[in-house]
C-alpha cells in the first residue's frame, strides 16, 4: 500500500518537473532559434551600397518624374546603385539576374565557381516566394528575392531621375550562409536534451528519496496502529476469556445458592475491573495525544511533590525487598500542573518496582541547574539492550515479555508519561547500561525572560 502510494507520488512530482523542465527548455530553444532567424534576416536586408553597371534587356521601364512608364530600349548601357549585403555579416554572395535568369552581376565573398552561382540562381527563382533556404557544396545558405531598384540618370534630360519598375524581370538575390548558425541551434537542442535526461534523473532520485521520507511516518504510524490495535485486542482477550468461563459456570450450576458461586462471582468481578483500567488507561493516552490538554500550571514545590510520591510507594518497595535511596535538593520550585508532575514520578517509580530485582536499589534524584531541573529514576540491576531503549515509549511494550498484565502491568504507563511530559513541555529520556543500570529523566527546561 505504501510502496504504491511513494509510486505515485513520485509519478506526480516526475510528471510535473517534466512538464517544466521540457517547457522552460522549448522556449529556450524556440527563443534562440527566432532570434537566430531574425539576425540572419536582418543581415540579408539591411545591406550596404554598391553601384551597378548592365544592359538593359527587353521589357524594362523606367518611370520619369511624370511617373510615366517610358521601355529603355534593349542593350542600352546604364548605371545605378542598389544594396548588397555587407561583408561584416559573415559569408555571403549577391547575385544580380535579368529577364532571362541569366546573371548580368555576381558580388561574392566565398570562392565558388561559375556553375555554382548559377546552380544558387536558379534554385532561387524556382523557389515559390521571396526568401527560401537552399543547400549548396554542402552548406546551408538563406536568401531573399527582391526587384532591382536602381535610379538612373539621364543626362539628356536635365539629371531627371528614374527608377526601373517594379514588374520588370531584374532580380537581386541575396545569399547568407547560416549554417553555423543551424549547427549552432542543432548543438543546443542536443545540450539541451542531455541536460533534460540529467536533470530529470538527478530529480527523480532526488524525488525518490524525499518520497521514502514522507512515506516513511505515515508507515510507522500505520504500523504502530496495527500493532496497537493488535496488543489492545491481546489484553482484552484475556479478561474476557475468563469473564466468558466463568458466567459459562454460573449457568451451568443455575441451582446452586449466590454464596457457593461467589468464587467465579469474584473472579469476575477482577477481570471487569483489569477491562475497565485498560480502557480507562487507554482512554487517557489517546485524549493526551490528540488533544492539546488544558494544563493547570502553578508553582508548587517540586522537591516536596517528589518526597510526598516516593513515601506513598516505599511500602511496596519494602514488601519487594528493595531500597529507595533519595537524593533530592531542597526548595526547588517550578510552574507546572502539579498532578500531571505527580502521575508521571508514580508512573516511574511504579515501574522501577515492577522490573527492580530483589535486593536491588532505587534512586530518586532531583537536582537543579543553571537552565533546567532534573528529576531522575534510577535502578539498579540487569538494564536493557540498547535496541530495546527506543521503544520503551510504545503503547504495550513490555521489556521482559514473560510479564502479563497480572504482574507487569500492560505497558502504557511508559506512553501515557511521555504523553503528559510533551504536553507539559518537558523531556522524558530513558538511559541503560546492561548489568548495571536503567534510569529515566524527566527535564524541566526554565524560561529565559
Known amino acids: 500500500m505504501f510502496r504504491k502510494m511513494r509510486n505515485k ?71 545605378g546603385i542598389a544594396t548588397r549585403i555587407s561583408p ?29 552561382y548559377e546552380l544558387a540562381a536558379a ?51 541575396r545569399f547568407l550562409d547560416v549554417t553555423d548558425s543551424y549547427k549552432m541551434i542543432q548543438s543546443l537542442a542536443l545540450m539541451l536534451s542531455g541536460l533534460t535526461v540529467v536533470l530529470l534523473a538527478a530529480f527523480f532520485f532526488i524525488s525518490r528519496y524525499f518520497a521514502n521520507r514522507a512515506i516513511l511516518p505515515m508507515e510507522e504510524a500505520w504500523e504502530s496502529q496495527t500493532r496497537f490495535i493488535a496488543d489492545a485486542s491481546h489484553e482484552l482477550k484475556t479478561p474476557l476469556s475468563v469473564i466468558n468461563a466463568n458466567c459459562g459456570v454460573l449457568y451451568g450450576n443455575k441451582n446452586e445458592s449466590v454464596e457457593s458461586q461467589l468464587k467465579w462471582v469474584d473472579s469476575i468481578m477482577r477481570a471487569a475491573c483489569r477491562m475497565t483500567d485498560l480502557v480507562s488507561s487507554l482512554l487517557s493516552l489517546a485524549s493526551m495525544e490528540d488533544v492539546q490538554l488544558s494544563m493547570q500550571n502553578v508553582p508548587f514545590n517540586f522537591s516536596a511533590e517528589a518526597v510526598d510520591v516516593v513515601s506513598e510507594l516505599e511500602a511496596s518497595a519494602f514488601e519487594k525487598g528493595l531500597v529507595i535511596q533519595k537524593e533530592i535538593e531542597e526548595n526547588i520550585e517550578i510552574e507546572s500542573d502539579r498532578e500531571q508532575v505527580r502521575k508521571i514520578l508514580c508512573i516511574l517509580l511504579d515501574n522501577a518496582v515492577k522490573y527492580t530485582e530483589r535486593g536491588e536499589r532505587i534512586t530518586v534524584s532531583l537536582l537543579q541547574e543553571k537552565r533546567s531541573i532534573i528529576c531522575s529514576v534510577r535502578n539498579s540491576g540487569a538494564g536493557i539492550p540498547p535496541e530495546d531503549i527506543p521503544h520503551l515509549f510504545d503503547r504495550f511494550y513490555r521489556r521482559d ?30 538511559d541503560s547500561v546492561l548489568s548495571k543500570y536503567t534510569e529515566f529523566q524527566l527535564v524541566f527546561y526554565k524560561q529565559t525572560k
Do not use: C
Not at 527587353?58 to 529603355?72: F, H, K, V
Not at 531598384?149 to 517594379?166: G, H, Q, W, Y
Open 88 to 116: 561584416d555579416t559573415g559569408l555571403s554572395f549577391s547575385l544580380f539576374v535579368d529577364s532571362q535568369a541569366r546573371l548580368t552581376d555576381v558580388n561574392s565573398m566565398v570562392d565558388l565557381q561559375d556553375e555554382t
Open 401 to 430: 515479555p514473560s510479564r502479563s498484565s497480572d504482574n507487569g502491568g500492560y505497558g502504557l504507563g511508559l506512553a501515557i508519561a511521555q504523553a503528559i511530559a510533551k504536553q507539559l513541555g518537558a523531556t522524558l529520556v530513558a
Open 9 to 79: 507520488i513520485l509519478l506526480l512530482n516526475m510528471v510535473m518537473v517534466s512538464a517544466v523542465v521540457i517547457a522552460a527548455f522549448a522556449v529556450i530553444l524556440a527563443t534562440t532559434y527566432t532570434r537566430m532567424q531574425n539576425d540572419n534576416r536582418e543581415k540579408l536586408l539591411n545591406g550596404s551600397i554598391a553601384h551597378l553597371s548592365f544592359s538593359t534587356s527587353s521589357g524594362l521601364t523606367i518611370r520619369g518624374n511624370t511617373q510615366r512608364a517610358e521601355p529603355i530600349p534593349d542593350g542600352v548601357q546604364v548605371s
Open 123 to 173: 534554385q532561387a527563382i524556382a523557389f515559390d516566394g521571396s526568401a527560401g533556404m537552399t543547400t549548396l557544396e554542402g552548406r546551408k545558405w538563406q536568401f531573399s528575392i527582391a526587384p532591382v531598384k536602381v535610379f538612373l540618370r539621364d543626362t539628356n534630360t536635365s539629371n531627371a531621375s528614374f527608377e526601373i519598375d517594379e514588374d520588370s524581370e531584374l532580380r537581386h538575390i
